[in-house]
């Protein structure tokens, strides 16, 4: 990433917030895009491929339905208003195939692909997925001439070094009239969890960044929203309690007492739509209040 441009708007008017584990903290002063830049090696696959709280998620996910988290039922709803077609789907970054794999239950016509070998391998064992899911790039299925009706993007753009590049590579891989449907944290959420600083998250979005940044690179806006949700700010506060700053991972220090967390982990993940529903009277109410945790989604329309 160019750290003297803006991704999102290509502004030179940029800013300097600090430094972050090497990284220089930048800020565009025309639409707040925040982004990190390092002056060394760009992230590698290997880097999330290797790292312990990614392995851990794998040792969780079982039952994909355990892995679907407020996005991805966001994107089962917007599908569920397209009865009249059946929308050929491809999710970008889907890490082991869970959310493919719920897709095709359903009926769709899914694929994903991801960088992580052991993910890929562990859905195509475990999901039945080998035909589904792939360690592709994405200019390999810009080469293959593939398209799509529908593209998900749940929590990927903000590990990218160039956001911009991925939307427009995205948008090629688009049929016309094609929708992109996109989640990342939004930086507007009331408290900061270690994960969202570098080498794990390199960009931050408000909603009013995101959309411009998608309304920049030709995509039309059809519907934005933005969670507050107590169990996940709970659940991630409470975790970052139990991780050792000492032993690294992307997301803060591994977990302590590694299998026993797991065992927790896989019970929260049971219950999560259950507290989910438990949550949702407080979770409107600090809503109205403006507070925000920890995600958004907008689903867009590919113009031209």
């Given at each position: 990433?160019?750290?003297?441009t803006?991704?999102?708007?290509?502004?030179?008017?940029?800013?300097?917030?600090?430094?972050?584990?090497?990284?220089?903290?930048?800020?565009?002063?025309?639409?707040?895009?925040?982004?990190?830049?390092h002056?060394?090696?760009?992230?590698?696959?290997?880097?999330f491929?290797?790292?312990a709280d990614?392995?851990d998620?794998?040792?969780?996910s079982?039952?994909?339905?355990?892995?679907?988290?407020?996005?991805?039922?966001v994107?089962?709803?917007?599908?569920k208003?397209r009865?009249?077609?059946?929308?050929?789907?491809?999710?970008?970054?889907?890490?082991?195939?869970?959310?493919?794999?719920?897709l095709c239950?359903?009926?769709?016509?899914?694929?994903?692909?991801?960088?992580?070998?052991?993910?890929?391998?562990?859905?195509r064992?475990?999901?039945?997925?080998?035909?589904?899911?792939?360690?592709?790039?994405?200019?390999?299925?810009?080469?293959?001439?593939?398209?799509?009706?529908?593209?998900?993007?749940?929590?990927?753009?903000?590990?990218?070094?160039?956001p911009?590049?991925?939307?427009?590579?995205?948008?090629g891989l688009?049929?016309?009239?094609?929708v992109?449907?996109?989640?990342?944290?939004?930086?507007?959420?009331?408290w900061?969890?270690?994960?969202?600083?570098?080498?794990?998250?390199l960009?931050?979005?408000t909603?009013?960044?995101?959309?411009?940044?998608?309304?920049?690179?030709?995509?039309?806006?059809?519907q934005?929203?933005?969670?507050?949700?107590?169990?996940?700010?709970?659940?991630?506060?409470?975790?970052?309690?139990?991780?050792?700053?000492?032993?690294?991972?992307?997301?803060?220090?591994?977990?302590?007492?590694?299998?026993?967390?797991?065992?927790?982990?896989?019970?929260?993940?049971?219950?999560?739509?259950?507290?989910?529903?438990?949550?949702?009277p407080?979770?409107?109410?600090?809503?109205?209040?403006?507070?925000?945790?920890?995600?958004?989604?907008?689903?867009?329309?590919?113009l031209?």
């Amino acid at each position: 990433m160019d750290k003297s441009t803006c991704e999102c708007c290509l502004s030179d008017n940029i800013g300097v917030l600090g430094r972050h584990s090497g990284y220089i903290h930048l800020v565009c002063n025309d639409c707040r895009f925040e982004y990190f830049v390092h002056e060394g090696p760009a992230t590698t696959s290997r880097l999330f491929e290797d790292d312990a709280d990614y392995a851990d998620d794998l040792a969780v996910s079982g039952n994909y339905h355990d892995l679907l988290q407020w996005p991805h039922l966001v994107a089962l709803k917007y599908l569920k208003t397209r009865k009249k077609d059946t929308p050929q789907i491809l999710d970008v970054g889907c890490f082991n195939g869970f959310f493919v794999k719920k897709l095709c239950d359903m009926g769709h016509d899914a694929c994903g692909i991801d960088f992580n070998k052991k993910a890929i391998a562990y859905g195509r064992a475990r999901y039945g997925l080998a035909k589904r899911i792939a360690v592709k790039d994405i200019n390999e299925l810009v080469h293959d001439d593939k398209s799509f009706d529908v593209i998900t993007l749940f929590d990927v753009i903000e590990h990218v070094e160039k956001p911009r590049e991925l939307l427009l590579r995205l948008k090629g891989l688009l049929r016309e009239g094609g929708v992109l449907i996109l989640s990342t944290p939004n930086n507007d959420m009331v408290w900061r969890p270690a994960l969202d600083y570098p080498p794990h998250h390199l960009s931050r979005y408000t909603p009013v960044t995101i959309a411009g940044f998608l309304a920049n690179v030709g995509y039309q806006k059809m519907q934005q929203i933005e969670q507050m949700n107590i169990f996940n700010l709970a659940r991630n506060y409470t975790g970052s309690l139990c991780r050792d700053e000492v032993d690294k991972s992307l997301r803060g220090g591994r977990l302590r007492s590694g299998p026993a967390m797991n065992i927790v982990r896989t019970s929260l993940n049971r219950l999560r739509r259950a507290c989910y529903f438990v949550s949702y009277p407080l979770d409107r109410l600090l809503y109205f209040l403006g507070l925000r945790y920890i995600g958004q989604v907008i689903i867009c329309r590919k113009l031209g």
